[in-house]
């Protein structure tokens, strides 16, 4: 073949492979336009039209939005007035008996009787002795080996297998080998309280201390801190509100645990006062003493706030 021949040919090849590129082009120009023109494409349903989200006539009924300090004191009032009122009236109208539910005069008057003997607070000071000794041997255990599980991935691997299963294993079921272990006596008790909160309060600091940011640790490490200067520095003060936290929860487990504990051979304390008023159907000496327990671990729960906001300004 000629040299003009081959040159008409590969022209016209050209050509045409430039003509088809064309006509893809102008098609796909098509297929979008129409994809505009119907709103999405063909196989797609368009979606539905919603009305806009009217606003909340009050704030207390909207997400995430600050109420008043008055609304927040009503709402706090009506939390405790409803639920005694609904005792007064019970206990007024007779629809239960007075064995099962004695009404507040009863209550107060049974209360009055026990503070005047003096055994309220015997009782009390016993319990809350207790809880100090047998919760506060927990914190001193929890706290730092849940540091050092938040910290090193080498203590969760080595720790959280076992705590995990044996925060699962009930207090109570070490009843009977706490007394052939540690007799009848104040130890069994306090290793009670001890094996009832200590698992728990080590998982929540663990996860308290996980949450650190690692742009903290990062910076730190960057600005020539050691190891222990971080530890010390950063992770114990962002973590410090959080394990207060933690330990005002696992605090009234304490006070939930104090009750089986004083059922082990006990003379005083507020879980013997309610064993003992039991026996003798003395239901408005049990409400009382619930009353108490009840105070006494707000109190608790409030000097413990306290504690965080004092603390841990930067946390608020």
């Known amino acids: 073949m000629s040299g003009p021949t081959q040159r008409t040919t590969s022209a016209?090849?050209?050509?045409?492979?430039?003509?088809?590129?064309?006509?893809?082009?102008?098609?796909?120009?098509e297929q979008q336009e129409a994809g505009r023109a119907g709103g999405g494409r063909p196989d797609w349903s368009p979606l539905p039209r919603r009305a806009g989200l009217?606003?909340?006539?009050?704030?207390?009924?909207?997400?995430?939005?600050?109420?008043?300090?008055?609304?927040?004191?009503?709402?706090?009032?009506?939390?405790?007035?409803?639920?005694?009122?609904?005792?007064?009236?019970l206990g007024i109208?007779?629809?239960?008996?007075?064995?099962?539910?004695?009404?507040?005069?009863?209550?107060?008057?049974?209360?009055?009787?026990?503070?005047?003997?003096?055994?309220?607070?015997?009782?009390?000071?016993?319990?809350?002795?207790?809880?100090?000794?047998?919760?506060?041997?927990?914190?001193?255990?929890?706290?730092?080996?849940?540091?050092?599980?938040?910290?090193?991935?080498?203590?969760?691997?080595f720790f959280e297998p076992l705590i995990g299963l044996l925060r699962y294993l009930p207090a109570s079921a070490f009843i009977p080998l706490l007394?052939?272990?540690?007799?009848?006596?104040?130890?069994?008790?306090?290793?009670i309280?001890?094996?009832?909160?200590?698992?728990?309060?080590?998982?929540m600091t663990?996860?308290?201390?996980?949450?650190?940011?690692?742009s903290l640790i990062d910076v730190s490490y960057t600005l020539g801190a050691r190891r222990g200067e971080v530890l010390r520095k950063i992770v114990v003060p962002h973590s410090l509100p959080g394990m207060i936290d933690a330990i005002r929860v696992n605090a009234a487990a304490a006070w939930n645990f104090v009750v089986v504990a004083e059922l082990i051979n006990s003379s005083a304390g507020l879980g013997y006062r309610i064993v003992?008023?039991?026996?003798?159907?003395?239901?408005?000496?049990?409400?009382?003493?619930?009353?108490?327990?009840?105070?006494?671990?707000?109190a608790i729960d409030v000097l413990l706030r306290l504690l965080r906001t004092r603390v841990g300004k930067w946390a608020a």
């Open 12 to 29: 016209s090849t050209a050509e045409a492979r430039a003509a088809e590129a064309q006509e893809a082009e102008q098609r796909l120009a």
């Open 54 to 89: 009217k606003p909340s006539a009050s704030p207390l009924f909207s997400l995430r939005t600050p109420i008043s300090a008055a609304s927040r004191w009503t709402l706090a009032v009506l939390s405790f007035a409803i639920p005694f009122i609904a005792w007064v009236v």
């Open 93 to 157: 109208s007779g629809a239960v008996d007075s064995t099962f539910l004695p009404s507040p005069v009863a209550v107060l008057k049974a209360g009055v009787d026990m503070a005047g003997t003096g055994e309220l607070f015997d009782d009390l000071w016993t319990t809350t002795l207790r809880v100090l000794e047998g919760f506060g041997l927990a914190v001193l255990v929890s706290v730092p080996l849940g540091i050092l599980m938040g910290s090193f991935a080498a203590g969760q691997a």
């Open 179 to 191: 007394i052939i272990w540690l007799g009848l006596g104040e130890p069994s008790k306090i290793a």
């Open 193 to 203: 309280l001890f094996i009832g909160t200590v698992f728990f309060n080590t998982l």
């Open 206 to 214: 663990a996860d308290v201390v996980r949450g650190v940011p690692d």
């Open 276 to 298: 003992r008023a039991q026996r003798f159907l003395q239901t408005d000496k049990i409400f009382a003493v619930l009353v108490v327990i009840g105070i006494a671990g707000l």
